[in-house]
């Protein structure tokens, strides 16, 4: 904080996404990169509120996904649905705790804390808070480096189908919940991309 260090935003320089060129903002027609053509803006447009709008989406599906059954295990024509926890559940009486552990941390903390860690981040920034800006910015780097461990379990739902198709002894029918789930994991997605990190650091520079 005790160096004051001047950002092309503030210098009027704007930098394409794309291709990385830095030019004065008056050089722009304000519309696309002379280099590659791709949209020009300092800032990602709208960041917070489209943020807030994939996150509150995210957490509408959040509970139809673990409503809903993700899967039926069909074994002698016999077999019940199964949401997210009831799935971990049976796993651990089965015996295959690792497979239940991945279960819960792919399904149930994974997207949790995603979606909790990016509204804590969009209202920091919204409130203009100055308060540990760069674990701020660490926080979102963690998150986009680990958000994607979500998609481990759309992944073993699919394998466990491949695999059991394999045996013909039990069969598995996805149920409705996965598609829920899928949704919630694309829209954390999308939402930890909307989200702009510089906004963090514009505040920062307001005196
Ligand atoms: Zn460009």
Wanted: proline fraction near 5%.
């Amino acid at each position: 904080m005790n160096k004051k260090i001047l950002t092309a935003a503030q210098a009027g320089w704007i930098g394409c996404h794309v291709c990385g060129l830095t030019i004065p903002k008056q050089a722009v027609d304000l519309r696309s990169c002379p280099r590659c053509q791709a949209a020009m803006h300092s800032r990602k447009p709208k960041s917070l509120s489209r943020t807030w709008a994939l996150l509150l989406t995210a957490v509408i599906l959040y509970i139809p996904a673990n409503v809903y059954p993700v899967m039926t295990v069909i074994k002698m024509g016999r077999g019940e649905p199964d949401t997210i926890l009831s799935g971990v559940k049976h796993l651990i009486e089965s015996g295959m705790w690792p497979l239940a552990l991945l279960v819960f941390v792919a399904s149930i903390v994974v997207p949790v804390m995603k979606i909790g860690v990016l509204s804590y981040l969009v209202l920091s920034v919204q409130r203009r808070s100055k308060w540990r800006a760069l674990d701020r910015t660490m926080l979102y780097r963690l998150l986009e480096a680990f958000g994607h461990w979500s998609m481990v379990d759309i992944f073993l739902v699919s394998i466990l189908i491949a695999l059991v198709d394999f045996g013909s002894i039990a069969t598995i029918k996805p149920g409705i919940g996965a598609s829920f789930f899928a949704a919630v994991v694309v829209l954390t997605l999308l939402a930890a991309h909307s989200f702009d990190p510089r906004l963090i650091w514009d505040v920062m520079d307001e005196e």
